[in-house]
Protein backbone atom coordinates (compact mmCIF):
# COMPACT_ATOMS: atom_id res chain seq x y z
CA UNK A 1 0.00 0.00 0.00
CA UNK A 2 2.62 2.47 1.02
CA UNK A 3 4.25 2.26 -2.40
CA UNK A 4 2.93 3.80 -5.15
CA UNK A 5 -0.73 4.96 -4.20
CA UNK A 6 -2.84 4.88 -7.10
CA UNK A 7 -5.86 7.13 -6.93
CA UNK A 8 -9.59 7.28 -8.29
CA UNK A 9 -9.17 8.39 -11.88
CA UNK A 10 -11.87 10.82 -11.18
CA UNK A 11 -14.23 12.34 -8.82
CA UNK A 12 -17.25 10.07 -9.78
CA UNK A 13 -15.16 6.86 -9.36
CA UNK A 14 -14.45 7.86 -5.82
CA UNK A 15 -18.05 8.47 -5.33
CA UNK A 16 -18.58 5.29 -6.17
CA UNK A 17 -16.34 3.16 -4.29
CA UNK A 18 -17.04 5.18 -1.27
CA UNK A 19 -21.31 4.56 -2.15
CA UNK A 20 -20.87 0.93 -2.44
CA UNK A 21 -18.73 0.63 0.96
CA UNK A 22 -21.78 3.37 2.27
CA UNK A 23 -24.77 1.49 1.22
CA UNK A 24 -24.86 -1.91 2.42
CA UNK A 25 -27.07 -3.79 5.41
CA UNK A 26 -26.66 -0.41 7.84
CA UNK A 27 -29.20 1.24 5.30
CA UNK A 28 -31.42 -1.86 4.62
CA UNK A 29 -31.46 -3.70 7.64
CA UNK A 30 -30.46 -1.72 10.51
CA UNK A 31 -31.69 1.76 9.71
CA UNK A 32 -35.31 0.46 9.08
CA UNK A 33 -35.65 -1.20 12.63
CA UNK A 34 -33.74 1.25 14.34
CA UNK A 35 -36.70 3.64 13.25
CA UNK A 36 -38.94 1.21 13.77
CA UNK A 37 -37.95 1.05 17.49
CA UNK A 38 -37.06 4.48 18.62
CA UNK A 39 -40.17 6.74 17.31
CA UNK A 40 -40.21 7.06 13.84
CA UNK A 41 -40.16 10.01 12.63
CA UNK A 42 -38.90 11.55 15.69
CA UNK A 43 -35.57 9.35 14.91
CA UNK A 44 -35.81 10.14 10.72
CA UNK A 45 -35.50 13.72 11.92
CA UNK A 46 -32.78 13.02 14.49
CA UNK A 47 -30.83 11.25 12.00
CA UNK A 48 -31.03 13.97 8.84
CA UNK A 49 -29.73 16.41 10.87
CA UNK A 50 -26.84 14.63 12.35
CA UNK A 51 -26.00 13.36 8.70
CA UNK A 52 -25.80 16.69 7.22
CA UNK A 53 -24.27 19.01 10.03
CA UNK A 54 -22.08 16.22 12.36
CA UNK A 55 -21.67 13.36 9.23
CA UNK A 56 -20.98 16.38 6.96
CA UNK A 57 -18.39 17.48 9.42
CA UNK A 58 -16.76 14.00 10.42
CA UNK A 59 -17.13 12.91 6.84
CA UNK A 60 -15.03 15.71 5.57
CA UNK A 61 -12.12 15.59 8.02
CA UNK A 62 -11.36 11.83 7.41
CA UNK A 63 -11.16 12.20 3.74
CA UNK A 64 -9.06 15.58 4.11
CA UNK A 65 -6.50 13.49 6.74
CA UNK A 66 -6.69 10.35 4.21
CA UNK A 67 -5.70 12.52 1.18
CA UNK A 68 -3.17 14.78 3.04
CA UNK A 69 -1.40 11.55 4.31
CA UNK A 70 -1.40 9.68 2.11
CA UNK A 71 -2.24 6.67 4.52
CA UNK A 72 -5.35 4.70 5.79
CA UNK A 73 -6.77 4.84 9.06
CA UNK A 74 -3.65 2.79 11.31
CA UNK A 75 -1.05 5.18 10.49
CA UNK A 76 -3.01 8.30 8.66
CA UNK A 77 -3.14 10.12 12.17
CA UNK A 78 0.41 9.13 13.04
CA UNK A 79 2.00 10.04 9.93
CA UNK A 80 0.32 13.32 10.40
CA UNK A 81 1.76 13.63 14.26
CA UNK A 82 3.42 10.98 15.86
CA UNK A 83 1.95 11.84 19.23
CA UNK A 84 -2.32 11.28 17.92
CA UNK A 85 -1.09 7.55 16.76
CA UNK A 86 -3.16 5.77 18.98
CA UNK A 87 -6.19 7.00 17.37
CA UNK A 88 -5.76 5.16 14.50
CA UNK A 89 -5.68 1.99 16.50
CA UNK A 90 -8.94 2.66 18.20
CA UNK A 91 -10.14 3.35 14.78
CA UNK A 92 -8.81 0.24 13.23
CA UNK A 93 -9.83 -2.21 15.96
CA UNK A 94 -13.84 -1.11 15.11
CA UNK A 95 -14.38 -2.80 11.76
CA UNK A 96 -12.47 -6.20 13.27
CA UNK A 97 -15.50 -6.19 15.53
CA UNK A 98 -18.15 -5.23 12.98
CA UNK A 99 -16.98 -7.65 10.02
CA UNK A 100 -17.71 -10.83 12.24
CA UNK A 101 -21.78 -9.70 13.07
CA UNK A 102 -21.98 -8.42 9.49
CA UNK A 103 -21.50 -12.14 7.83
CA UNK A 104 -23.95 -13.18 10.44
CA UNK A 105 -26.75 -10.59 8.59
CA UNK A 106 -24.97 -11.88 5.47
CA UNK A 107 -25.55 -15.54 6.10
CA UNK A 108 -29.26 -14.58 7.01
CA UNK A 109 -29.68 -12.88 3.43
CA UNK A 110 -28.21 -16.05 1.63
CA UNK A 111 -30.48 -18.10 3.83
CA UNK A 112 -33.51 -16.18 2.40
CA UNK A 113 -32.40 -15.78 -0.95
CA UNK A 114 -32.08 -19.58 -1.33
CA UNK A 115 -36.06 -20.02 0.11
CA UNK A 116 -37.30 -17.99 -2.24
CA UNK A 117 -35.02 -19.33 -5.54
CA UNK A 118 -36.57 -23.09 -4.43
CA UNK A 119 -39.95 -21.26 -4.65
CA UNK A 120 -39.39 -19.85 -7.45
CA UNK A 121 -38.21 -22.86 -9.24
CA UNK A 122 -41.11 -24.93 -7.94
CA UNK A 123 -43.15 -22.14 -9.03
CA UNK A 124 -42.01 -22.58 -12.42
CA UNK A 125 -42.65 -25.94 -12.81
CA UNK A 126 -45.86 -26.03 -11.49
CA UNK A 127 -46.21 -23.44 -14.28
CA UNK A 128 -44.39 -25.90 -17.20
CA UNK A 129 -46.32 -28.93 -15.94
CA UNK A 130 -49.66 -26.96 -15.64
CA UNK A 131 -49.66 -28.14 -11.98
CA UNK A 132 -51.23 -25.98 -9.32
CA UNK A 133 -49.26 -24.29 -6.93
CA UNK A 134 -47.84 -25.61 -3.32
CA UNK A 135 -50.02 -24.07 -0.67
CA UNK A 136 -52.46 -21.58 -0.99
CA UNK A 137 -50.59 -18.31 -1.48
CA UNK A 138 -47.66 -19.67 -3.32
CA UNK A 139 -44.10 -21.44 -1.82
CA UNK A 140 -43.41 -18.00 0.53
CA UNK A 141 -46.57 -18.31 2.37
CA UNK A 142 -45.12 -20.58 5.11
CA UNK A 143 -42.45 -17.40 5.53
CA UNK A 144 -44.91 -15.03 6.49
CA UNK A 145 -46.36 -16.43 9.74
CA UNK A 146 -45.69 -14.39 12.32
CA UNK A 147 -42.16 -14.98 11.81
CA UNK A 148 -41.86 -18.24 12.20
CA UNK A 149 -39.50 -18.89 9.56
CA UNK A 150 -37.10 -16.51 10.98
CA UNK A 151 -37.28 -17.45 14.68
CA UNK A 152 -36.67 -21.13 13.60
CA UNK A 153 -33.83 -20.48 11.51
CA UNK A 154 -32.06 -18.21 14.75
CA UNK A 155 -32.98 -21.29 16.24
CA UNK A 156 -30.63 -23.69 14.59
CA UNK A 157 -26.99 -23.55 15.28
CA UNK A 158 -25.73 -25.07 12.24
CA UNK A 159 -27.84 -23.73 9.88
CA UNK A 160 -26.84 -20.03 10.95
CA UNK A 161 -23.11 -21.39 11.13
CA UNK A 162 -23.42 -23.04 7.34
CA UNK A 163 -24.90 -19.83 5.58
CA UNK A 164 -22.86 -17.34 7.40
CA UNK A 165 -19.19 -18.97 6.62
CA UNK A 166 -20.56 -19.45 2.94
CA UNK A 167 -20.81 -15.42 3.45
CA UNK A 168 -17.46 -15.57 4.33
CA UNK A 169 -15.54 -17.67 2.15
CA UNK A 170 -17.28 -15.59 -1.20
CA UNK A 171 -16.05 -12.21 0.37
CA UNK A 172 -12.52 -13.78 0.76
CA UNK A 173 -11.96 -15.66 -2.68
CA UNK A 174 -13.16 -12.07 -4.00
CA UNK A 175 -9.67 -10.72 -1.67
CA UNK A 176 -8.01 -13.78 -3.05
CA UNK A 177 -8.44 -13.36 -6.71
CA UNK A 178 -8.34 -9.28 -6.85
CA UNK A 179 -11.38 -9.27 -8.87
CA UNK A 180 -12.32 -5.88 -6.98
CA UNK A 181 -12.53 -4.03 -10.35
CA UNK A 182 -14.98 -6.39 -11.55
CA UNK A 183 -16.85 -5.80 -8.27
CA UNK A 184 -17.32 -2.46 -9.00
CA UNK A 185 -18.55 -2.73 -12.07
CA UNK A 186 -21.34 -5.19 -10.94
CA UNK A 187 -22.06 -2.71 -8.16
CA UNK A 188 -22.58 -0.30 -10.94
CA UNK A 189 -25.02 -1.87 -12.05
CA UNK A 190 -26.57 -3.59 -9.57
CA UNK A 191 -27.38 -0.49 -7.43
CA UNK A 192 -29.39 1.05 -10.10
CA UNK A 193 -31.41 -2.43 -9.89
CA UNK A 194 -31.71 -2.21 -6.69
CA UNK A 195 -33.05 0.70 -6.57
CA UNK A 196 -35.84 0.17 -8.87
CA UNK A 197 -36.90 -2.89 -7.45
CA UNK A 198 -37.08 -0.95 -3.56
CA UNK A 199 -38.84 2.25 -5.38
CA UNK A 200 -41.48 -0.30 -6.41
CA UNK A 201 -41.95 -2.25 -3.04
CA UNK A 202 -42.36 1.17 -1.08
CA UNK A 203 -44.88 1.89 -3.62
CA UNK A 204 -46.84 -1.81 -3.06
CA UNK A 205 -46.28 -1.30 0.40
CA UNK A 206 -47.52 2.37 1.26
CA UNK A 207 -50.24 1.12 -0.41
CA UNK A 208 -51.18 -1.88 1.54
CA UNK A 209 -54.58 -1.40 3.30
CA UNK A 210 -53.93 0.09 6.80
CA UNK A 211 -49.99 1.62 5.56
CA UNK A 212 -50.98 4.86 5.71
CA UNK A 213 -50.66 4.93 9.75
CA UNK A 214 -47.09 3.87 9.35
CA UNK A 215 -46.10 6.50 6.33
CA UNK A 216 -47.69 8.72 9.37
CA UNK A 217 -45.41 7.40 12.00
CA UNK A 218 -42.22 7.26 9.79
CA UNK A 219 -42.48 10.79 8.44
CA UNK A 220 -44.23 12.97 11.28
CA UNK A 221 -42.04 13.20 14.44
CA UNK A 222 -43.86 13.37 17.66
CA UNK A 223 -42.11 15.11 21.00
CA UNK A 224 -43.06 12.26 22.89
CA UNK A 225 -41.00 9.85 21.00
CA UNK A 226 -37.57 11.95 21.98
CA UNK A 227 -35.35 10.15 23.98
CA UNK A 228 -31.74 10.09 24.70
CA UNK A 229 -31.11 6.70 23.53
CA UNK A 230 -32.91 7.12 20.36
CA UNK A 231 -30.49 10.33 19.63
CA UNK A 232 -27.64 7.72 20.82
CA UNK A 233 -28.88 5.32 18.49
CA UNK A 234 -29.27 7.93 15.81
CA UNK A 235 -25.83 8.42 16.28
CA UNK A 236 -24.50 5.57 16.10
CA UNK A 237 -26.74 4.61 13.22
CA UNK A 238 -24.91 8.02 11.41
CA UNK A 239 -21.64 6.72 11.79
CA UNK A 240 -22.35 3.02 10.96
CA UNK A 241 -24.30 3.92 7.35
CA UNK A 242 -21.59 6.51 6.03
CA UNK A 243 -18.79 3.85 7.13
CA UNK A 244 -17.42 6.80 9.37
CA UNK A 245 -15.37 6.92 12.66
CA UNK A 246 -13.54 3.63 12.10
CA UNK A 247 -11.11 4.83 9.53
CA UNK A 248 -12.62 3.73 6.52
CA UNK A 249 -13.27 7.06 4.57
CA UNK A 250 -9.67 7.93 5.96
CA UNK A 251 -8.36 5.06 3.45
CA UNK A 252 -10.72 5.87 0.75
CA UNK A 253 -9.99 9.80 1.03
CA UNK A 254 -5.51 8.67 0.28
CA UNK A 255 -7.17 7.53 -2.99
CA UNK A 256 -9.19 11.10 -4.24
CA UNK A 257 -7.06 12.71 -6.77
CA UNK A 258 -5.42 16.46 -5.79
CA UNK A 259 -8.06 17.42 -8.47
CA UNK A 260 -11.64 17.00 -7.33
CA UNK A 261 -13.62 18.85 -4.65
CA UNK A 262 -13.59 16.83 -1.47
CA UNK A 263 -17.10 18.66 -0.06
CA UNK A 264 -18.81 17.81 -3.47
CA UNK A 265 -18.31 14.65 -3.22
CA UNK A 266 -18.85 14.12 0.49
CA UNK A 267 -22.18 15.73 -0.45
CA UNK A 268 -22.98 13.39 -2.83
CA UNK A 269 -22.29 10.12 -0.67
CA UNK A 270 -24.69 11.59 2.22
CA UNK A 271 -27.58 12.11 0.07
CA UNK A 272 -27.43 9.06 -2.10
CA UNK A 273 -26.82 7.09 1.32
CA UNK A 274 -29.82 9.06 3.02
CA UNK A 275 -32.13 8.41 -0.08
CA UNK A 276 -31.38 4.42 0.48
CA UNK A 277 -31.88 4.46 4.21
CA UNK A 278 -35.42 6.36 3.49
CA UNK A 279 -36.75 4.43 1.12
CA UNK A 280 -35.69 0.94 3.19
CA UNK A 281 -37.68 2.67 6.36
CA UNK A 282 -40.70 3.21 3.38
CA UNK A 283 -40.82 -0.51 2.30
CA UNK A 284 -40.81 -1.81 5.70
CA UNK A 285 -42.44 0.75 8.30
CA UNK A 286 -45.87 1.00 6.84
CA UNK A 287 -46.17 -2.93 6.02
CA UNK A 288 -45.44 -3.02 9.78
CA UNK A 289 -48.61 -1.14 10.21
CA UNK A 290 -50.69 -2.81 7.63
CA UNK A 291 -49.39 -6.38 8.87
CA UNK A 292 -49.38 -6.05 12.87
CA UNK A 293 -48.65 -2.95 14.21
CA UNK A 294 -47.63 -4.26 17.63
CA UNK A 295 -44.09 -5.43 15.35
CA UNK A 296 -43.50 -1.88 15.66
CA UNK A 297 -42.78 -1.80 19.38
CA UNK A 298 -41.07 -5.71 19.00
CA UNK A 299 -38.64 -4.49 16.41
CA UNK A 300 -35.14 -5.95 16.35
CA UNK A 301 -32.77 -6.77 13.96
CA UNK A 302 -35.11 -9.61 12.51
CA UNK A 303 -37.96 -7.16 11.62
CA UNK A 304 -36.52 -6.57 7.91
CA UNK A 305 -36.66 -10.64 7.65
CA UNK A 306 -39.98 -10.88 9.51
CA UNK A 307 -41.79 -8.15 7.73
CA UNK A 308 -40.57 -8.38 4.06
CA UNK A 309 -41.76 -11.98 3.29
CA UNK A 310 -45.26 -10.74 4.43
CA UNK A 311 -44.91 -8.06 1.59
CA UNK A 312 -43.62 -10.37 -0.96
CA UNK A 313 -46.39 -13.06 0.17
CA UNK A 314 -49.07 -10.50 -0.67
CA UNK A 315 -47.85 -9.28 -3.89
CA UNK A 316 -48.20 -11.15 -7.56
CA UNK A 317 -44.93 -13.32 -8.37
CA UNK A 318 -44.26 -13.82 -4.78
CA UNK A 319 -41.28 -15.82 -5.10
CA UNK A 320 -39.58 -14.27 -7.73
CA UNK A 321 -39.77 -11.00 -6.00
CA UNK A 322 -38.63 -12.38 -2.76
CA UNK A 323 -35.57 -14.00 -4.86
CA UNK A 324 -34.69 -10.76 -6.45
CA UNK A 325 -34.83 -8.34 -3.43
CA UNK A 326 -32.86 -10.43 -1.48
CA UNK A 327 -29.81 -11.46 -4.25
CA UNK A 328 -29.98 -7.70 -4.86
CA UNK A 329 -29.68 -7.28 -0.68
CA UNK A 330 -26.74 -9.89 -0.46
CA UNK A 331 -25.07 -7.48 -3.38
CA UNK A 332 -25.07 -4.84 -1.53
CA UNK A 333 -24.23 -6.37 1.86
CA UNK A 334 -21.15 -8.34 0.16
CA UNK A 335 -19.43 -4.93 -1.21
CA UNK A 336 -19.79 -3.43 2.23
CA UNK A 337 -17.69 -6.73 3.21
CA UNK A 338 -15.02 -6.71 0.99
CA UNK A 339 -14.55 -3.57 2.00
CA UNK A 340 -14.11 -4.15 5.51
CA UNK A 341 -12.53 -7.20 5.05
CA UNK A 342 -10.13 -5.73 2.67
CA UNK A 343 -9.17 -2.71 5.66
CA UNK A 344 -8.49 -5.09 7.97
CA UNK A 345 -6.42 -7.02 5.31
CA UNK A 346 -4.73 -4.17 4.72
CA UNK A 347 -3.60 -3.59 7.94
CA UNK A 348 -2.12 -6.97 8.66
CA UNK A 349 0.07 -6.99 5.28
CA UNK A 350 1.15 -3.36 6.25
CA UNK A 351 1.97 -4.78 9.93
CA UNK A 352 3.41 -7.93 9.63
CA UNK A 353 5.13 -8.12 6.08
CA UNK A 354 2.64 -11.44 5.75
CA UNK A 355 1.98 -11.90 1.96
CA UNK A 356 -1.34 -10.54 1.13
CA UNK A 357 -2.80 -14.02 0.29
CA UNK A 358 -2.14 -15.56 4.02
CA UNK A 359 -3.33 -12.15 5.75
CA UNK A 360 -6.48 -13.10 3.70
CA UNK A 361 -6.66 -16.56 4.65
CA UNK A 362 -6.09 -15.43 8.28
CA UNK A 363 -8.32 -12.76 8.60
CA UNK A 364 -11.02 -15.05 7.33
CA UNK A 365 -10.63 -17.70 9.44
CA UNK A 366 -10.05 -15.78 12.03
CA UNK A 367 -13.75 -14.14 11.17
CA UNK A 368 -15.70 -17.16 10.85
CA UNK A 369 -13.94 -18.05 14.27
CA UNK A 370 -15.39 -14.85 16.01
CA UNK A 371 -18.75 -14.73 14.36
CA UNK A 372 -19.40 -18.41 16.09
CA UNK A 373 -20.20 -16.42 18.81
CA UNK A 374 -23.28 -14.60 17.54
CA UNK A 375 -24.48 -16.96 15.82
CA UNK A 376 -24.14 -18.85 18.66
CA UNK A 377 -26.05 -16.31 20.86
CA UNK A 378 -29.33 -16.72 19.26
CA UNK A 379 -29.52 -20.83 19.90
CA UNK A 380 -26.73 -22.40 22.24
CA UNK A 381 -26.17 -19.47 23.93
CA UNK A 382 -28.89 -17.49 24.47
CA UNK A 383 -28.59 -17.52 28.12
CA UNK A 384 -25.70 -15.03 27.62
CA UNK A 385 -27.00 -11.36 27.76
CA UNK A 386 -25.02 -8.28 28.47
CA UNK A 387 -26.84 -6.01 30.84
CA UNK A 388 -30.18 -8.08 30.84
CA UNK A 389 -31.07 -6.88 27.40
CA UNK A 390 -27.90 -7.06 24.69
CA UNK A 391 -27.88 -10.82 23.08
CA UNK A 392 -23.94 -10.98 21.92
CA UNK A 393 -24.87 -9.43 18.53
CA UNK A 394 -26.27 -6.87 19.52
CA UNK A 395 -24.25 -6.41 22.33
CA UNK A 396 -21.02 -6.26 19.19
CA UNK A 397 -23.48 -3.86 17.41
CA UNK A 398 -24.49 -1.85 20.34
CA UNK A 399 -19.99 -0.94 22.03
CA UNK A 400 -19.30 -0.45 18.40
CA UNK A 401 -22.04 2.10 17.22
CA UNK A 402 -22.77 3.68 20.47
CA UNK A 403 -19.39 3.63 22.63
CA UNK A 404 -16.52 2.91 20.26
CA UNK A 405 -17.27 4.64 17.27
CA UNK A 406 -18.57 8.28 19.55
CA UNK A 407 -15.02 7.67 21.37
CA UNK A 408 -13.40 7.60 17.82
CA UNK A 409 -14.93 10.36 16.17
CA UNK A 410 -14.53 12.79 19.58
CA UNK A 411 -10.54 11.75 19.02
CA UNK A 412 -10.77 12.75 15.95
CA UNK A 413 -12.39 16.35 16.16
CA UNK A 414 -9.80 16.26 19.01
CA UNK A 415 -7.26 15.30 16.94
CA UNK A 416 -8.23 18.00 13.95
CA UNK A 417 -8.89 21.21 16.98
CA UNK A 418 -5.52 20.35 18.77
CA UNK A 419 -3.26 18.07 16.79
CA UNK A 420 -3.41 19.74 13.61
CA UNK A 421 -5.24 22.43 13.26
CA UNK A 422 -8.73 23.34 11.24
CA UNK A 423 -6.76 25.19 8.82
CA UNK A 424 -4.82 22.25 7.71
CA UNK A 425 -7.94 20.28 7.10
CA UNK A 426 -9.67 23.16 5.09
CA UNK A 427 -6.19 23.70 3.60
CA UNK A 428 -6.47 20.38 1.91
CA UNK A 429 -10.03 20.53 1.22
CA UNK A 430 -9.73 24.01 -0.69
CA UNK A 431 -6.74 22.34 -3.00
CA UNK A 432 -9.32 22.17 -5.46
CA UNK A 433 -12.96 23.43 -5.67
CA UNK A 434 -14.35 26.15 -2.88
CA UNK A 435 -14.99 25.16 0.70
CA UNK A 436 -18.59 26.62 0.85
CA UNK A 437 -19.83 25.92 4.42
CA UNK A 438 -16.14 26.30 5.86
CA UNK A 439 -17.66 27.99 8.71
CA UNK A 440 -20.35 25.36 9.62
CA UNK A 441 -17.51 22.85 9.38
CA UNK A 442 -15.21 25.20 11.91
CA UNK A 443 -17.88 25.46 14.22
CA UNK A 444 -18.75 21.87 13.97
CA UNK A 445 -15.68 20.33 14.33
CA UNK A 446 -14.37 22.42 16.88
CA UNK A 447 -17.34 22.85 19.49
CA UNK A 448 -20.63 21.47 18.47
CA UNK A 449 -19.56 18.05 17.60
CA UNK A 450 -17.28 17.12 20.40
CA UNK A 451 -19.62 18.75 22.94
CA UNK A 452 -22.78 17.08 21.48
CA UNK A 453 -21.22 13.52 21.75
CA UNK A 454 -19.77 13.81 25.26
CA UNK A 455 -23.20 14.90 26.07
CA UNK A 456 -24.78 12.03 24.61
CA UNK A 457 -22.67 9.18 25.85
CA UNK A 458 -22.32 10.14 29.15
CA UNK A 459 -26.18 10.64 29.66
CA UNK A 460 -27.10 7.79 27.60
CA UNK A 461 -24.43 5.87 30.51
CA UNK A 462 -26.49 7.57 33.21
CA UNK A 463 -29.69 6.92 31.51
CA UNK A 464 -28.55 3.22 30.98
CA UNK A 465 -27.78 2.65 35.07
CA UNK A 466 -31.18 4.37 36.16
CA UNK A 467 -29.87 7.55 37.39
CA UNK A 468 -31.38 9.93 35.11
CA UNK A 469 -34.42 9.32 32.71
CA UNK A 470 -34.89 10.84 29.51
N1 LIG B 1 -21.75 1.48 5.90
C1 LIG B 1 -22.00 0.09 5.75
C2 LIG B 1 -23.50 -0.16 5.63
O1 LIG B 1 -24.28 0.74 5.61
C3 LIG B 1 -21.52 -0.71 6.89
C4 LIG B 1 -20.14 -0.45 7.27
C5 LIG B 1 -19.75 -0.02 8.47
C6 LIG B 1 -19.01 -0.60 6.47
N2 LIG B 1 -18.42 0.10 8.46
C7 LIG B 1 -17.94 -0.23 7.26
C8 LIG B 1 -18.81 -1.01 5.18
C9 LIG B 1 -16.68 -0.25 6.77
C10 LIG B 1 -17.55 -1.03 4.68
C11 LIG B 1 -16.48 -0.63 5.45
O2 LIG B 1 -23.90 -1.27 5.59
Known sequence: MEKKRHTFSSGIGFVLAAAGSAVGLGNLWRFPYLAAKYGGGMFLLIYIILVFTFGYTLMIAENAIGRKSGKSSLDAFAALKKKWGFVGIIATLIP?????????????????????????????????????????????????????????????APTLIIVQSIFTIIVAVVLLMGVQKGVEKASTILMPVLILLAVIICIYSITLPGAIEGVKYFFIPKAENFSIMGVLAAMGQMFYSLSLAMGIMIAYGSYIP????????????????????????????????????TQIS????????????????????????????????????????ISLMETIV????????????????????LTLAISTLPALGYNVLSGVKFFDRFDILDFMDFITNSVMMPICSLLICLFVSFGIGTKAIEDEVEIYGAFRRKKLFRIMIKYVAPIFVLAVLVSSVLNSFGIITM
Not at 97 to 103: A, E, G, K, T
Not at 124 to 142: Q, R, T
Not at 276 to 288: E, H
Not at 322 to 332: P, R, S, T
Open 298 to 337: KSGPGLMFVVLPQVFDSMPLSNLMGMLFFFLVFAAAITSA
Open 346 to 365: ACVCDHTGLGRKTSVIIVAL
Open 258 to 293: KDSSIEKNVGRIELFDTLIAVMAGLMIIPAVFAFDP
Open 96 to 156: CIILPYYNVIGGWIIRYFFEYFNGFMSDISCAFWNLAPVGESGFGAHMAAGGEYFTNMLGS
